[in-house]
């Protein structure tokens, strides 16, 4: 019966408009709490914004030469005057390509540029488009010097590559499309249809609080959105933040309540460089103490999830 169910609701025009669920999206660090994650925000609102962030990294001082001696890779990077980051242009609120300035904004973005400013003296980036999948290999191979990539530390990927923070710690979600009634929680995901990204740890959480679902694979957010929005999966898991990026452009999908298993993200950095690792390190601890941390956070998620700033998670 459930399957006549979901063929009908497939068939089904997308609705135009909708309510986009409840979430929780504060830091594991500071507790849980459940907040309505509204729609879009208004052009105005978002132009104010993403000029706060402007106005945040240009304010942002460049290193003292000491902390970058010669041979070391953040002198190697200010004398190239770029700093090439791994990142996406599809992830609303952490990193997406705005249509009409031609800037990759959100805070994955804004923390990239701030970087690139304390390292060069100027916020001047290089974006190369990773996947899940070919995270690993472009540090491993110094492609890009880091990644920004909503990038979930994890043991095994510890052991690939190195990790600055945690900068941010979110948690897994659930995104069904709006008319969906019969999913309500994880537990409603026995045999349903799931999409998640190819690399990411969505699926291997998914298999196990819910063995009986049928997982696919995709790698990027927007395939894994397109499947779910035209009716090829019924249930789209990945972590919360960018599922909320997704309901705030796309009225025709909503996010679940609640969340489950923390998603603590790092900059993913060469695991032959400790003296990097440590270096960024000690810049995040300066923007967190600083608040600008909290500046670029209620810029970016929390335009979106109404609410105190969650306190920043410890690093290290």
């Known amino acids: 019966m459930r399957n006549i169910l ?64 010669a041979g070391s890779t953040a002198a190697r990077i200010k004398k190239a005057g770029t700093l090439k980051v791994g990142g996406t242009q599809t992830a609303a609120l952490f990193s997406q ?17 701030l970087l690139a400013k304390y390292i060069i003296g100027e916020p001047k980036t290089e974006l190369v ?33 190195a990790f600055a923070g945690p900068y941010y710690v979110d948690g897994l979600g659930i995104q069904v499309r709006d008319n969906e009634k019969d999913i309500k929680s994880l537990g409603d995901l026995k045999g349903a249809t799931v999409v998640t990204q190819s690399g990411s740890t969505a699926a291997q959480a998914v298999k196990k609080q819910v063995p009986s679902a049928k997982i696919q694979l995709f ?28 309901a705030s452009t796309h009225p025709d999908v909503k996010v679940l309540p609640g969340k489950f298993d923390d998603q603590p993200y790092g900059i993913g950095l060469p695991l032959d460089d ?42 290290g």
Not at 7 to 29: E, F, G, I, W
Not at 277 to 301: C, Q
């Open 129 to 161: 488009n990773v996947t899940a999948a070919t995270r690993e290999a472009l540090l491993r191979n110094h492609s890009v010097d880091a990644v920004f990539a909503t990038y979930t530390i994890t043991p095994e990927r510890s052991k690939i590559v």
């Open 6 to 69: 979901r063929t009908r609701r497939r068939s089904a025009p997308l609705a135009a408009t909708a309510v986009v669920a409840a979430l929780a999206l504060t830091s594991a660090c500071s507790g849980s709490s459940t907040s309505a994650v509204p729609g879009a925000p208004a052009v105005a609102g978002k132009a104010a914004a993403v000029g706060t962030v402007d106005r945040t990294i240009g304010r942002e001082k460049p290193a003292n030469a000491s902390l970058m001696p």
């Open 274 to 315: 400790p003296h990097f690792k440590k270096f960024v390190n000690d810049w995040l601890r300066k923007i967190e103490r600083d608040g600008t941390w909290a500046t670029v956070w209620k810029s970016t998620i929390g335009t979106q999830v109404p609410g105190p700033v969650p306190a920043p998670p410890t690093i």
């Open 219 to 246: 790698d990027t957010n927007t395939e894994c959105l397109q499947a779910l929005r035209q009716g090829r999966a019924d249930a789209y898991v990945l972590d919360q933040g960018v599922l909320a990026g997704n």
């Open 97 to 113: 390509l705005d249509p009409t300035t031609g800037k990759v904004e959100g805070f994955d973005a804004a923390m990239s540029r």
